[in-house]
């Protein structure tokens, strides 16, 4: 940003520090239509991260971001490309063997870890600019980036239709291993939620978020058994929620639902212990556990939490020891008082499955029509005499 640059956005109304969604929106909103293209277009990073702003300045805001730091990150890698011979033939021990040669392992030494982490990088960032080029084909509609960041694991915030004006708005929070590199599984589990919700809306519009905008644990084992992750990134994501409503346009809200996979259910028990989640409905997806023991502890209105456990899931058993409530009680049990939903697909990672019901039924939740889930009958407390 130049000198000039700065000087200017210095003498206009600054944003609020630390500013709360609702003190955000406020500031925006007095800014002129000049003064608002000035901040976008200088600093672009600070208005894309403001939670509050409406959805359209938010994405052009971190579309600049998104592109400049595209740019550079392909250059940084196009110069330090790894040498052209990889591997070289030895003799040992009378036998040919296949070894490093000694400029792949130079190299290796002194770029390979900056290598990887670009290129894994510029993976997620191809899979974002896939889905902006994505919109109008079959009905998709258009994207939104409302977060984003390179840096270390990376954020992005990726929205398939408007939020600020949608009737229906589905939030979904990745679990373990969720990073920029690997977001487009992420990007298109959403992407099937909207197609199918589109279609059960009856007119109305559907607005389907994928929010990774917290640090995802790296591995199952070393990392997700602790909490911290969850509990560091709760704030993030009820401040998230709470711009959809400081940003909303018209008076009537939004139905909003969170939709939470894996230790993403982890961290949006999380943000409802520590404050207020601010969503209408909540599916739970192959949880954990939630760190509370009632589904009532999940700031929503009685009725509305909603859990999914496939044949073979492994996690919500395993899990319930670190992250379970009093008693290591997770959603999956009768206890904890929520919806059990019928669930036809089977291990952790299926619950999006364009071609089972358990699709459909996150569907119907999202559009307010969650009387038609089928669920599971209630255990037989008589079971074990029969």
Avoid: C
């Amino acid at each position: 940003m130049s000198a000039a640059g700065g000087e200017y956005l210095n003498s206009l109304p600054q944003p609020p520090k630390d500013g709360s969604p609702e003190e955000n929106a406020k500031w925006w909103k007095k800014l002129s239509a000049e003064e608002q293209a000035a901040w976008v277009s200088l600093r672009p990073g600070m208005v894309g991260g403001l939670d509050g702003l409406p959805a359209t300045v938010r994405d052009e805001a971190n579309r600049i971001m998104f592109d400049t730091t595209r740019g550079k990150m392909q250059m940084e890698l196009n110069s330090i490309q790894p040498p052209g011979d990889k591997w070289t033939w030895i003799v040992a021990g009378g036998y040919p063997a296949k070894v490093y040669t000694d400029e792949w392992i130079e190299w290796n030494n002194k770029h390979g870890d900056r290598y990887e982490q670009l290129d894994r990088s510029l993976d997620g960032m191809k899979a974002i600019q896939n889905r902006f080029d994505a919109t109008g084909k079959n009905g998709l509609p258009e994207a939104y980036l409302l977060g984003f960041s390179a840096e270390n694991d990376g954020r992005a915030i990726v929205a398939n239709g408007n939020p600020d004006t949608a009737d229906h708005t589905a939030v979904y929070v990745p679990g373990t291993e969720s990073d920029l590199g690997g977001i487009e599984g992420n990007i298109n589990r959403m992407v099937d939620v909207w197609r199918k919700a589109n279609d059960e809306a009856d007119g109305g519009s559907v607005s389907t978020i994928t929010w990774l905008g917290y640090d995802a644990p790296d591995t199952v084992h070393k990392d997700a058994p602790f909490e911290h992750y969850a509990y560091d990134g709760a704030p993030a994501f009820r401040n998230f929620m709470d711009g959809l409503d400081a940003s909303r346009v018209g008076d009537a809200p939004s139905h909003t639902t969170v939709i939470a996979h894996s230790y993403g259910t982890t961290l949006v028990g999380a943000a409802a212990e520590t404050g207020r989640l601010d969503a209408d409905d909540v599916i739970l997806a192959g949880s954990p556990g939630v760190k509370v023991s009632s589904a009532d502890e999940l700031d929503v209105p009685k009725g509305h939490v909603w859990n999914a456990e496939a044949d073979g899931d492994v996690v919500p058993d395993i899990g319930r020891w670190g992250h379970g409530g009093d008693g290591f009680i997770i959603p999956s049990d009768p206890g904890f008082g929520a919806n059990q939903m019928t669930v036809d697909s089977e291990g952790h990672s299926d619950y999006w499955d364009e071609n089972k019901q358990i699709l459909e039924n996150q569907a119907l939740i999202v559009v307010g029509k969650g009387d038609e889930v089928p669920l599971k009958p209630p255990p037989d407390p008589w079971a074990h005499v029969k």
